[in-house]
C-alpha cells in the first residue's frame, strides 16, 4: 500500500521564491493555471499588484525539503471568502497522487490560519475533467455561476 505523503505549505518569500521559478507544467496544462510560465511569476506578481483589491499569498508545497508544487491564496482584507488559484503540481511530480493531499493541506492551511474564512472558491475550465475529479469529492459543488467563463465551485467550512 502506498503511504498518503506528508506535504507542508510554506509561503513564497526571499528564500524560496527562486525555487519556485523551477515549477513547471505542460504546455497542454498551462491554459489551466496561468498565463505564463513560470507560475510562480504570476503569483508572485499578482501578491504586489492585488488585483480586485485583495490580499495574494502565493504558496508552495514541499515534500519534505523538495518544492512539488504551488498555489495562490486570494482573500479580502476582512478574509471571509478564500479563493484558489494557480494550483500546480510539477510536471515531474505529477502522477503521484499528490494532487489530493496538496488540496487538502491548503484546505488545513486555511482553517487554521485563517479563522474568518467561511467559504473557499475556485474555477475549473469545463474541459479539465482531473480537475472536476479532484475537487467535487473533496467536497466542492459546481455554484451554478461562471467566472471569467469557468464555473465556480465553493467548498463551505
Known sequence: ????????????????????LAIRVSPEQLRFVADFQPVALVSLAKAYVRPGGRVWKPMAFLNGNEMIGLITIAHPDDATQCELLHFVIDLDWQGKRLGRPAMQTVIDHIRRTLPA???????VDSSNQIAMHLYEPMGFRHTGLERAGDPLYRLDL
Open 1 to 20: 500500500m502506498r503511504s498518503i505523503p506528508r506535504l507542508s505549505l510554506v509561503e513564497l518569500d526571499s528564500s524560496n521564491w527562486r525555487s519556485a
Open 117 to 123: 474564512c467561511r467559504s473557499i472558491e475556485l474555477t
